[in-house]
């Protein structure tokens, strides 16, 4: 069954010529897609023959709402989706001064087992397609009566460790006649999947790169992301100096601050003299702690000191306004409780060991 969500325009062509039927009809189906319609009878310029083959061949992929949480303190939105298989995956929508962004994710799960994240405790089930990618966006849009004007890929699973599907969203996400979002307004955010982030430096999407960091050196980065064991930070490195050169974007480093791990002055003097002179952007998060672990965040003055000791070295950082603390806004939360009170089937989700982990 083929997601026809995911397919461009020159793909339903082909696709709707495969099926004997002329190829105006693709941009008739592209145009309703990019209108969010999810069934084929809403398309209805086609005529009825066509609208009862095309489900014998393919699917429009949906996110369908299983839950909705509003913080009372900033109107952040978090969405549990559904899909068409029912598998779940968390969106969080957020309101800034200058519009609204919405967290996408890439996969159901992640299998990157990042010690800190709730995502990462799920193990991976799935990647996502690009329809599902932008399914979120509709669905979120439509619910909300607003349009999302930028987006982060940031929510649950490693974006990189899904790059063909993910480069097929960033595609798709900018036509016209859809959602016409480019990538100026895009942000990917990634554990450091070193190969993916040279292909990507060489596709020109003029995208921001995030790289979640937390760690000045692979004794501590090892210790809490398994995917240095795979590529180091030197590697990392040397591939985001690439990325800044091919595109003269900046980049920016997340980092969470988790208390007495990777928050001591030793640490940042580490950081600075590591990305000092990069064009680059440091995002310091206070760690949110997450049922398993130990973590707990580190205090207003660590991120104060954490902060100027960095500047010694010429490198802004911010603390990262935490948006919708009270609803878990941070994704892979909600679907953790969600697992529990539905008692998900855990058999299906697959925890790739360590030494396999590799690009895609
Ligand atoms: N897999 C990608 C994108 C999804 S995770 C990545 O790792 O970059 C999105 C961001 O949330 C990453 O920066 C990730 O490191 C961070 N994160 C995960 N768990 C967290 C936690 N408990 N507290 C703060 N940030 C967390
Ligand atoms: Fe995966 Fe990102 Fe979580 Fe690491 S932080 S486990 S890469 S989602």
Redesign the pocket.
Known sequence: MIDIKSLTIPEIEEFIQNLGQPKFRAKQIADWLGKGVCSFEDMRNLPANLITKLPQYCYISVATIEKKLISRYDKTVKYLFSFNDGECVESVVMKYHHGYTICISTQVG?????T?????QQGLTRVLTSGEMLAQIETAQRDLGVRISNVVLMG???PLDNFSNVVKFLQLVSMKNGLNIGGRHITL???GVVPNIYKLADMGFQLTLSI?LHAPDDEIRSRT?P?NKAYNIEELMAAVRYYIKKTSRRVSFEYAMIDGVNDTDECANKLGRLIQGMLCHVNLIPVNSVKGTSYRKSNGDRLRKFTENLAKYGITATVRRTLGSDIDAS??QLKGKYREENKADDTKVRKIPNSVLKAE
């Open positions: 992640c299998r990157m087992g990042c800190f994240c709730a995502t990462g649950m699973g490693e955010s990634t554990c979640s992301m995917i994704c892979g």
